[in-house]
């Protein structure tokens, strides 16, 4: 079953849940793929110009030459846990990683335990997607696909569910406090005030001699999983639209500049 929410967040349970919200419990994503999963991550990656030979396991990903790879190596690949429970998965917060890796999940769950699982992600870039998105259709479980995007495709879910009529918008310098919605909140760590890794800042002066941004596939040829460090401690951040990586604020103070 494909569920696709659209501007909100919806209650669900399962034997086996699998989020990017915060659980109880924290999962690899190690796990063969199914045919199915093979496709997903193929087609993914040929319509980002980016095709890859089809993977067997989802830790092939740390093996894959391609500038889109670095995105996927944020995830933790080791061993998926499938015991009944509800579980965060953890794996980089950028389209279209969650929804590749999602979808070849729901594949793979299927095909082990059939129904009873429920697997939750978020992606804007779906539309693009929506003929991958209709192979879970037929599946016993459910996949969810949030997302902030509307877009005539949702029709291709089993349920779409859209709660954004009432969107307001407020002036919030004009607002003495603001409290944001109950949503999934991305376990990142803090940034780092004081950069003393002389690669880091190898890269991030690179980059910011370059005009601000740099082409990823340069900066992971050159710098390789400094790439990703950097990115971790909020110096950089990663486009996923123009495959670039651009400086942030943090970044220029960690300069001087």
């Given at each position: 079953?494909?569920?696709?929410?659209?501007?909100s967040?919806?209650?669900?349970?399962a034997?086996?849940?699998y989020?990017i919200?915060?659980?109880d419990?924290?999962?690899?994503?190690?796990?063969e793929l199914?045919?199915?999963?093979?496709l997903v991550f193929?087609?993914v990656?040929?319509?980002?110009?980016?095709p890859?030979?089809?993977?067997r396991h989802?830790?092939d990903?740390?093996?894959?030459?391609s500038?889109l790879?670095?995105l996927?190596?944020?995830?933790d690949y080791s061993?998926?846990?499938?015991?009944?429970?509800?579980?965060?998965m953890?794996?980089?917060?950028?389209d279209p990683?969650q929804l590749?890796?999602?979808?070849?999940l729901?594949?793979?769950?299927?095909?082990?335990?059939?129904?009873?699982?429920?697997?939750?992600v978020?992606?804007d870039?779906?539309?693009q997607f929506s003929?991958?998105?209709?192979?879970?259709?037929p599946?016993?479980?459910i996949?969810?696909?949030?997302?902030?995007?509307?877009?005539?495709r949702?029709?291709i879910?089993?349920?779409?569910?859209?709660?954004v009529?009432?969107?307001?918008?407020?002036?919030?310098?004009m607002?003495?406090e603001?409290?944001?919605?109950?949503?999934?909140?991305?376990?990142?760590?803090?940034?780092?005030?004081e950069?003393?890794?002389?690669?880091?800042?190898?890269?991030?002066?690179t980059v910011?001699?370059?005009?601000?941004?740099?082409?990823?596939?340069y900066?992971?040829?050159?710098?390789?999983?400094?790439?990703?460090?950097?990115s971790?401690?909020?110096l950089?951040?990663i486009?996923?639209?123009?495959?670039?990586?651009?400086?942030?604020?943090?970044?220029?103070?960690?300069?001087?500049?």
């Open positions: 079953m494909l569920e696709i929410v659209i501007g967040v919806v209650e669900g349970k034997e086996r849940h989020t919200c915060p659980a419990k924290t999962t690899g994503i190690g796990f199914t045919p199915e999963g093979q193929t087609t990656f040929l319509r980002m110009n980016y890859i030979a089809p993977p989802t830790s990903l740390l093996q894959c030459a500038p790879c670095l996927f190596r944020f995830a061993e998926l846990q499938e015991e009944p429970g509800q579980y965060q953890k794996m980089a917060f950028a990683v590749a890796i999602g979808l070849a729901a594949h793979y769950l299927d095909a082990k335990y059939g129904g009873g699982w429920l697997v939750e978020y992606s870039v779906w539309p003929d991958l998105l209709a192979t879970a259709k599946l016993e479980g996949l969810r696909v949030y997302t902030s995007v509307y877009d005539s949702a029709v879910a089993d349920r779409a569910v859209m709660a009529s009432s969107l307001t918008y407020e002036g919030l310098a607002k003495k603001w409290r944001g919605g109950h949503l999934c909140r991305p376990l990142i760590p803090e940034p780092v005030a950069v003393r890794d002389e690669q880091v800042l190898e890269l991030i002066k910011w001699e370059s005009g601000g941004f740099l082409s990823l596939k900066a992971q040829e050159r710098f390789g999983d400094i790439v990703i460090r950097a971790q401690m909020g950089i951040k486009d996923t639209l123009t495959l670039t990586i651009r400086i942030t604020d943090l970044g220029l103070r960690a300069l001087g500049a």
